[in-house]
């Protein structure tokens, strides 16, 4: 079923355990980029927001986002 898309793609010359990594590692980072931009806009925090939406780094840059600069405003419940 899925080994035609693959072919086309060019994944069916891809090891598994390649291919396996890399959809672990995007599962990885959506979930990091998804906490992140919550928070983001949770906080109004527009210019972080849109450079998380743009830029894709694996989720490092969201997780020192959450743990550093997510801190919660004076005022914001």
């Known amino acids: 079923m899925y080994g035609e898309y693959f ?3 060019g994944f069916s010359s891809m090891p598994t355990e390649v291919l396996t990594f890399f959809i672990i590692l995007t599962i990885w980072s959506l979930i ?3 906490i992140a931009l ?3 806009a949770r906080n109004t925090d527009k210019v972080w927001f849109i450079v998380m939406l743009v830029v894709n780094t694996v989720g490092i840059l969201e997780i020192i986002y959450i743990f550093f600069f997510s801190k919660k405003k ?3 419940t």
């Open 38 to 40: 919550w928070k983001a």
């Open 7 to 9: 072919n086309i793609m």
């Open 74 to 76: 004076q005022g914001q």
């Open 32 to 34: 990091w980029k998804g």
